[in-house]
């Protein structure tokens, strides 16, 4: 009884993967379907995504309750493998070394906020952050 | 009967102690709410412009995400070693500083909202790719991305064009949040012209990182961002994430075994904290940093090890919590509780940005009813603006009667400096003095000295007309502009807008209007 719902959770599981994995492969061969029909013009009309939308929207759909009825099944529990000897090596900052450290690193964090914001590195990044980055989104 | 619903009632028990979210996840949405707390953007189309934005969010969220309230710290790094050659980007320094000594990677394990979305995507049940040697090996290749990406690439185009090189070509947040939160808005269906070769790299790319994070623990995380790669810098000395008792540790390797990262040991610079290995250490060696108001320590703790080992993190039961520590978590859910309760309110009922002004119709002193406005066929708005290169203004009086083209830009728009630089040099070139090219820079504060930049970066005889727009950009919000640059109109002889374009444009497209204004 066990071993059979390990199978059909794992056939499900699969059955969700390639499912993912098509509709992956189905959106990067829209993108490129659309982009390369008119790469001159205005290749991604409004009209453009909403038929191809449409008709890749039956694989969305079953995609989505795939991956939906994928968290009813029951979780499996895997054994562990030891990594032994993993942390035979490890060094250890002593925590005097460790104080130090910190109290430098929060010094200089603080003193380098507070010059910014003098020099008006603090402004700039608010400049950029208020106007959109078309480029850093990907529009142009 | 009773049996039967008695045992519903169990499995279902069951069922939600093992799906219930666990701390680390209420964390990791209370953060991606508070710092995505300006919901109404996704309504209204528009970023928010406030003040909050001086401050970083410290996880990956892209500035540009319609809902997001703070500015993104690799974004911000980039622009600010982009324009090293005008100051040193301290300020940014001291936030990733501080960051990293407060938090490490802990800020990937409970504060970044892409972590989150990851986190998600890895519950859709499919085999997975456990880590390996290639995995381990792959881990690193962040650091890569961080060198080039984010440090050489603005540090070459220093001075010469914004390149924010990992924003523009990788970015999977700004995909996913900043292009699709503008573009899910039906007000913003003019962005759609501006899609390209770059979107179609950029959505193809967030497809792979969306698709590998189902299979694939963290895809984005272990190997290709650069943030994590600098939080992880910080991991041993910072303040939150993982502690490790030597002398507690039998070295029995279960701790990373239960990692699903790539760590060598437990708070390695690849630990994001999220705290598997706590509830597998059969020793208790493992706890979390610093205040345990939040998360206590090895809350599985009296589970006999033959029993933890092959144990769900969710099925560990908790030990009983000192009745302080009870009644300090319950101020602090209550104080989280009403930061974001106020959060949420201030930016969605109380902060408004300045409303762009509103078409009219007017009546001219001949009679004819006019409507003054951005959109195609409107009168332009009469526009008074001070001049970079001489004293006085340039008014909409001053270029009645030739055909103007006005183009708003602004210095860290990479789109506006390449068609500056490349496109209108050819319209003056090709109808010299029968246009006027009307060259308008956003009126935001600058620290860098614009003029001066000018003449670097600008040919000198391309005839452009430079000046600065009026307060608040209400010059280019009144031709239509949103939060959006570059945006190009070309008025006729009356004053009337024939053409209006919010995206980088061509001369191309420019003559063609122009040649057809000019055979009328």
Redesign the interface.
Known sequence: MKKNAKTI??I???V??VL??A??IT??GV??H??LSD?KG?????AT?AAHLWDIFPLICVTAVA?LG??F?P?E?K??????????N?R??PAKR?LV??GV??I??????????F?????????????????????? | MENNVTKEKKSLRQWWA??KPTKRRIIQLYTALLTNANLKGFGSGQ?????V??G?VPGLN???CPSTV???PL??LQ??LN?TNT?????????L??Y??LFGRWICGFLCPFGLIQDLLY?????KVKKNRLTYTASYFKYVLLAIFVVFIPLYYMGKM?M?GF??FI?PS??LL??GG?LSNIKN?D??????????????LL??F??GA??IYRFFCRFFCPLGAIYGL?N??S?LGMD?N?SK?V????????CLMDV???GDHECISCGRCVN?CPTSAITYKGPKILLAPNEGGTVPLSKR????PCDAPGTPLPKKTKIARFVVGITMLAVLAGALYYFNFVHKDPEPPKSQTIITDDGQTVVVGGEIGNQCPDYDMPLYFSDGTIKASDTRGKITVVNFW?V????CIHELQTEFPKLHDAYGDDIEIIVVH?N????IDIPQWINDNFPTDAGFIHCRDVEGDMFFKSVGG????PVTVILDENGTIQYRVN??TTFDAMSEVIDKLLAD
């Open positions: 959770s794992l499900y599981g699969c969700v993967a993912v994995v509709l992956g959106l990067i993108a490129l659309i982009y790469p205005d290749p991604y009309s409004r995504i991956i994928g968290f099944l979780s529990r054994k562990p493998k030891a990594h032994r000897g993993a942390h035979a490890v250890q900052l460790l450290i910190r690193v929060l200089i964090a603080v003193v380098f906020i507070a010059v910014g914001i020099n008006g590195s603090a402004r700039d990044v608010l400049t950029k952050a208020v106007k959109i980055c078309t480029e850093c989104i990907g529009l142009g | 093992c799906h970023i928010y412009k406030g003040n934005k001086y970083c892209c500035y540009s703070g500015s993104c974004g911000a622009n600010a324009a100051k040193l980007p301290y300020y940014i320094f001291g936030i500083l501080l990293g000594f519950k859709v049940k499919t085999p914004p924010p924003c523009k970015c700004g995909t900043g292009a503008l269906a962005m759609l012209a501006m899609l390209g070769p770059l979107f179609t790299w950029k959505f193809i497809v792979v969306v698709v189902v299979f910080f041993k000395i303040l490790f030597k540790c070295d029995c390797g279960l701790c990373i075994d239960a060598k040991h437990i597998v080992v092959n144990m769900d602004y860290y728009c990479g789109s956003s935001y504060e600058f620290e949103t939060d959006a640059w995206e980088k």
